[in-house]
């Protein structure tokens, strides 16, 4: 029996901030959703009241590109819907959008029913898909049609890289975004060179380069930079909208906004590794380099400080995850020593992205807190459909709210966090700054950093093409 559902909250006296404006007043949710802002408002009988001053309110977070169903790489990511999600929560994110990534030779209905089913009564957070297209014709055509029209899933994933994996060829891009760009679809899109990557690597290995620190030179910026650029000239042909996902180099974010200013609908997301970390990470030795790789990879530090200043300029639109978690011991050693290219790519972080977003940009005074908000909700819930029941502080929103206390102090590590995976690759940093209280539609979720939510609560929001 599904526990009864929320009735009335009232947050008092909070800072209020939205990716426009920052202010101070009282938030009555009334079951699921936003019923009033103002001041002074009164505790309807039997109301849970929250003081929040001294503490920031932010809209529930929105991480736009999540692994949690991963095939990949002869193995599978660790997380499951219901340490996936737990962990979002306890970091502030209330709703999940996930790749889904079929090989190529299944259906897109069905992997769509897989995917759908590992998160179907077993989320905690509300959630949605990205369709990926890792082949295209007219089968496929006719299945993505049903998926958008009848299932609600309205943007499509396409990898440039991942050659005879997930992988498509140009025809198959130029059919996709043209399909999209009908159907008013975005695309977003792993930009990186795919048979480049497969002559460097063949290259590094024949010379005997098999260790982790090797895999950012087989995947250099310039192979990233021409896969956006080859993005951008087939979204200028076809008209589609496209969003480049986890962008780590300023050749790759430049090609992006020359194709912007000849008129590309082209949205940049940038990920927490590439904002944090640096290589010398993936060439630490011991084989712990390879919990840092991930794919595009990354890069030296210069860019990670580019990236902050397009993220603050607003250049760059949204900061996602990415959140790929394999174990460092039975995952990555097991399958990549000896050969950095069978090292599972992916980095873990989904329960660290609000936290590591606040301490290392608003925090340092890299970002201010609209942008943040913007960044990190706001953002990706317009440009997925998602807004403004997702991503807003507003009556008639869900009452999806993150009570935030900047006066924390903490430390991340592997044997307090609640991904399920051997290892953090932000071991021992610290954050300035938590969720004290975390709400999905009125529920309160999380409290202190820890999920006191209803697993398989989480809903599947069905969209509208806004492309
Ligand atoms: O290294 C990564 N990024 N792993 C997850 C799959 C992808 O490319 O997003
Ligand atoms: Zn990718
Ligand atoms: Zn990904």
Redesign the pocket.
Known sequence: MQPEGPSSLLIRGGDIVTADETYTADILCEGETIAAIGEDLPAPDGAEVIDATGKYVFPGFVDP?V?IH?P?MGTHAKDDYASGSRAALAGGTTTLIE?VCPARDDEPLDALELWMGKAAGVSACDYSFHMGVTRFDAGVEAQLREIVADEGITSFKV?L??KGAFGISDAELYGTLKLAAELGVTVTA?CENAELIAGLQAELLAAGKTGPEWHEPSRPAAVEAEGCHHLMSFAEFTGASVYV??TSNRPAVENILAARERGVDAKIEVVVPHLLLDKSYAERPGFEGAKYV??PPLRDRGQGEFLWRALADGSIDTVAT?H?PFDFEAQKRRLGEGDFTKIP???PGVEDRVNLLYTHGVAAGRIDLNTFVRAASTEAAKTFGLYPKKGAIAAGADADLVVYDPDYRGTISAVTQQMNVDYSAYEGWEICGRPALVTVRGEVAARDGVFVGTPGRGRLLRRRPVA
């Open positions: 590109h692994h991963l990949f790749m990898f890289a991942y792993h996902v986890h991930m794919s990415d790929a790519n992916g980095i």
